[in-house]
């Protein structure tokens, strides 16, 4: 059961992942999918065995009546963008019912799985455990021939965005896109192409061994070849494997994404905005002069369901998912979120100088405290408890956020804590707008956890 995640189905392939597992998992799958009609979308990342994958899963939906629409190798904001469109089809013009993305996303290379999208909502939390469980308890065989209408998909996502930033032709800075031999440059070399602009592609080739680095641009190591680019380029842009997490560089900066937040919603009207729990203070404080910034779970199926809840225009996440509502429908795309940002650029913005205008805070990168499955939310639940009547050599506390894990607002700062929903670790980070109070915060919460951790079984 611990490849049914949070928000996906992840695995190693052959050992986790395994032809029998991957039949039933488009079996099942499909029983859910017919509530809503008989074609699903299928896309792939440039992982070498997610063809293999494609054809498992797709004998699976087969074998309950469910018809696959091929879109090939995409990212996933083209997988997301396909159940806003109809397609011409053998069998007429058919509009997906659902859509699945097979991605490892920036796992390592052995790693694959399955983002799923059912009606234009997120396939996640209690509905992948369910059909996790009817997958793990059955015994069913499936031996169906893989079939499938092909779509364009892929073009037409391009054509798209060439129409939609036509003003974007004429744009006079050298930009580098990194794309990790991931799969984003696939439609993002032939959208720059399409407008005009000017670009240095580093690693834009899907290879799914990642021979260069590894397709992650949360992590600052992985972005060497980038900011070597920006001794000639003026801004810089990377992907992770799947095209659906970005990161932005200048010259002096690099954004992470609750930055983007709040530039992004200084050019919209009265914009209402959507954060994770470990977004920084000053983002929800700078949104809320100018509208009104919501904080709410981390995981892009969480953040996805609560915009549309909201009725928010972005949402973003600190690793680099940013969501626009605003003139889009709602997921997160980082080649979507690349045109935005170029789109203000041409406009006159000045992100260095947007960003420098904002308090200066210390914070940490996010901080991963290893422990295993079984202990991790027990570690946040014990937290919780000792925190309702801290010990005396804990900070003063001015309030404690539990929308997901703790976030423990000091007078000077915050710290969190939070069970990570895709991996075996506690999740930390840490903010305050003095360093000596940062690391006064950080100490305290991580002695609390330590003690905390020694106890649990």
Not at 122 to 147: C, T
Not at 329 to 334: E, P
Request: one cysteine or more.
């Amino acid at each position: 059961m611990s490849i049914y995640r949070e928000y996906d189905i992840r695995g190693i392939f052959g050992k986790e992942l395994t032809e029998e597992r991957v039949k039933k998992i488009g079996y099942f799958l499909a029983e859910r999918i017919k509530k809503t009609g008989k074609f699903v979308a299928v896309g792939y990342d440039a992982r070498l065995h997610s063809p293999t994958l494609f054809e498992w899963l797709c004998s699976g939906f087969r074998a309950r009546g469910v018809v696959v629409l091929n879109m090939g190798m995409v990212p996933t904001g083209v997988n997301y963008f396909c159940n806003y469109q109809s397609f011409e089809t053998p069998a007429g013009t058919v509009e997906p019912a659902a859509s699945v993305m097979i991605t490892g996303s920036h796992n390592p290379p052995e790693y694959n799985g399955f983002k799923i999208t059912i009606d234009k909502k997120p396939f996640f939390a209690e509905d992948i455990y369910s059909l996790g469980e009817e997958v793990e308890n059955s015994d069913i065989k499936i031996d169906a021939v893989p079939e499938f209408f092909e779509i364009d998909a892929k073009e037409r996502y391009i054509d798209y965005m060439v129409e939609e930033f036509g003003s974007l032709r004429g744009f006079d800075k050298k930009i580098a896109i990194d794309c990790g031999n991931g799969v984003a440059g696939v439609v993002a070399e032939p959208i720059l192409k399409g407008l005009g602009i000017s670009y240095e592609a580093l690693f834009c080739e899907p290879n799914g061994t990642f021979p260069n680095h590894h397709p992650d641009p949360s992590v600052e190591e992985n972005l060497k070849a980038l900011k070597d680019a920006l001794k000639v380029c003026d801004l810089g842009f990377a992907f992770d494997g799947d095209g659906d997490r970005i990161a932005f560089l200048t010259p002096q900066h690099s954004f992470k994404g609750d930055e983007l937040a709040i530039v992004f919603a200084r050019y919209m009207s009265n914009p209402v905005v959507v954060g994770e729990v470990k977004c920084s203070q000053v983002m929800y404080d700078e949104i809320d002069k100018i509208g009104k910034a919501l904080m709410y779970k981390t995981g892009h199926s969480n953040l996805k369901v609560y915009m549309k809840k909201s009725g928010a225009d972005l949402a973003a996440e600190v690793s680099g998912h940013i969501f626009f509502a605003d003139r889009y429908y709602g997921y997160d795309d980082a080649v979507y979120a690349m045109l935005r940002i170029l789109e203000l650029s041409k406009k006159g913005v000045d992100f260095d100088a947007e960003i420098a205008s904002v308090p200066k805070v210390f914070n940490t990168p996010e901080i991963k405290y290893e422990t295993t499955e079984e202990k991790k939310f027990k570690i946040v639940s014990e937290l919780k408890d000792l925190l309702s009547s801290p010990p005396e050599w804990f900070p003063g506390i001015v309030k404690v956020i539990d929308i997901d894990g703790v976030r423990v607002v000091f007078e000077k700062g915050w710290g969190l804590v939070r069970a990570s929903n895709t991996t075996p670790v506690l999740a930390m980070r840490f903010e305050s707008f003095d360093e000596d109070e940062l690391k006064k915060y950080e100490t305290a919460l991580k002695r609390a956890v330590e003690e905390i951790d020694k106890k649990v079984k």
